[in-house]
């Protein structure tokens, strides 16, 4: 399972960190990312990144965000700085992976979302 920590309220400019941790039957992890739902939209890939560290941002996100990735604590990390109302949504932690009981099977695990309100 995947278990996402924090978000919360912030005013414009400022920053947060979001944290996801992978557990259980863990064989392999594969690519790591965080998406984002805000009222009424479809949810979006904000950032993921590869099993060898390579990142991928949404336009959105460049220059703002960071993410990073622990394989041997088998977490992500998402750092938000300068953080503008809309970037307001729940966000999701996603990971690809293969159990030990299906070691050959690579499937989508999502955590549970976490709330980041932008507003002042």
């Known amino acids: 399972q995947l278990q996402a920590s924090g978000g919360g309220l912030v005013q414009p400019g400022g920053s947060l960190r979001l944290s996801c941790a992978a557990s259980?039957?863990?064989?392999?992890?594969?690519?790591m990312g965080w998406y984002r739902q805000a009222p009424g939209k479809q949810r979006e890939l904000v950032a993921d990144?590869?099993?060898?560290?390579?990142?991928n941002y949404a336009d959105s996100a460049k220059g703002r965000f960071t993410i990073s990735r622990d394989n041997v604590k088998d977490r992500v990390t998402l750092q938000m700085n300068s953080l503008k109302p809309e970037d307001t949504a729940v966000y999701y932690c996603?990971?690809?992976?293969?159990?030990?009981?299906?070691?050959?099977?690579?499937?989508?695990?999502w955590g549970q979302g976490t709330q980041v309100t932008v507003s002042s």
């Open positions: 996603k990971a690809i992976i293969a159990t030990m009981s299906k070691v050959w099977l690579m499937d989508d695990y």
């Open positions: 990144i590869a099993a060898d560290g390579t990142p």
């Open positions: 259980g039957s863990i064989f392999s992890i594969n690519t």
